[in-house]
């Protein structure tokens, strides 16, 4: 789900955020070069999820179906 994919990233980016602060404040080698080495992992995956196809033919198919429209979500709650 959607929720499940917003979890994994937000676990996954605060993780990267406390080891980015770490090397800001205390740089020990083994953490900096820890930190570079999973730096291009870490963008990859972040700058392929607005783009991957998998994930938005999943997004559009769920919009069009049923439990999508059954749902108020935020749009319904800002007509109201």
């Known amino acids: 789900t959607l929720l499940a ?3 994994l990233v937000e676990r996954v980016s605060r993780a990267f955020g406390f080891a980015r602060h770490l090397t800001q404040v205390s740089s ?9 080495d999973a730096l ?11 783009t991957h196809p998998g994930l938005w033919r999943a997004t559009r198919e769920y919009a069009a179906s ?3 429209r059954r749902r108020a979500g935020v749009r319904a709650s800002c007509r109201a």
């Open 5 to 7: 994919l917003d979890d």
């Open 28 to 36: 020990p080698p083994e953490l900096r070069q820890a930190y570079h």
């Open 40 to 50: 291009p992992t870490y963008a990859a995956f972040m700058a392929r999820l607005p």
């Open 66 to 68: 049923d439990a999508a």
